[in-house]
């Protein structure tokens, strides 16, 4: 079945390497009809991706957002999807989060030249421009200079989780940003839930504390880990979202759009349940 939906989608406004009318382009080519732009901790790429939508009337757009909290020896994702993203305070948040995004891509660089990498904190903001900044633009800075022949060895030589130059930043818990993303009237799904140890358990935690939704059709996973998912999410009653998480990296094996996604319904679902947590407010 042809993919209707891909509601995990990152730009050049965090850590992806498309422009968002690239990446919009990209995405009418594979016939979808429905395509949320989720960047890490900025919503800056949805003007153009709305823009560059225009040329598609059969191409909606949904406002989202990617943000990383923690808990106990795990890192959960938490994506937010129809929050009033115009918002003052909820632009504010962001940015706070943005500039403790640099404040860790300068403490790596330090780790790293501590161990004899000598790149250059200004060589990372040139490849993160304007950008939420991320260790994908440590990671280019580390192949500019040769010390990595592959994008992926960054991570597994340096900048990943066990690595000598991994730097943790300030994260919310889970449920703050379940709590944030309702806070702004949106609709809070878990990402990439393979991830996490515990699943059962803590998709049983976050549902209490307002979680809408988790990952199932996620383009990582085969047939048998999604009919495992659409099982947990069936019994959690939760939304069974998805789509590429599409960087544009040209790492290897990258999963692009179009070849696994949620059916459509799943957006119409996601805004009822972002209007639900609205009147909850009111
Ligand atoms: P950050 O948000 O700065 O912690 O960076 C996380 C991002 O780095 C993820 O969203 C991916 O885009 C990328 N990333 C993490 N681990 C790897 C890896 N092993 N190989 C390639 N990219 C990775
Ligand atoms: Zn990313
Ligand atoms: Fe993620
Ligand atoms: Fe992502």
């Not at 968002?20 to 382009?25: F, K, M, N, R």
């Not at 003007?47 to 957002?65: Q, S, V």
């Not at 939704?213 to 069936?234: F, K, P, T």
């Amino acid at each position: 079945m042809p993919v209707e939906a891909d509601l995990h989608l990152h730009t050049t406004c965090s850590d992806g390497r498309l422009t968002p009318t690239q990446l919009i382009e990209l995405i009418a080519s594979k016939g979808i009809k429905a395509a949320a732009v989720s960047d890490h901790d900025s919503t800056e790429g949805l003007a153009e991706a709305y823009l560059a939508a225009k040329r598609f009337p059969g191409l909606r757009i949904i406002p989202a957002i990617e943000l990383s909290t923690d808990i106990p020896g795990d890192e959960i994702h938490i994506l937010g999807y129809f929050m009033d993203y115009a918002n003052a305070e909820f632009q504010a948040n962001l940015g706070r989060f943005r500039d403790a995004r640099e404040g860790r891509a300068r403490a790596m660089v330090d780790k790293l030249r501590s161990i004899g990498i000598m790149i250059e904190f200004e060589r990372v903001r040139h490849f993160a421009g304007d950008a939420a900044m991320g260790r994908p633009h440590v990671a280019l800075a580390l192949l500019e200079k040769g010390y990595v022949k592959e994008f992926p060895e960054a991570f597994d030589k340096y900048i990943g989780r066990n690595g000598p130059a991994y730097v943790e930043r300030p994260k919310l818990t889970p449920e703050d940003s379940i709590g944030f993303v309702r806070q702004f009237g949106g609709a809070a799904v878990v990402a990439h839930p393979r991830d996490l140890k515990e699943l059962d358990a803590t998709l049983g935690h976050l549902k209490a504390a307002g979680l809408s939704g988790m990952e199932v059709y996620y383009a990582e996973y085969g047939n048998d880990q999604i009919a495992e998912l659409a099982r947990l999410a069936s019994k959690h009653d939760l939304i069974p979202c998805g789509g590429s998480d599409y960087h544009h990296l040209g790492k290897p094996n990258e999963k692009v759009p179009g070849l696994m996604g949620p059916p459509l319904w799943v957006v119409d679902a996601l805004e009822k349940a972002a209007q639900a947590t609205r009147s909850e407010r009111k």
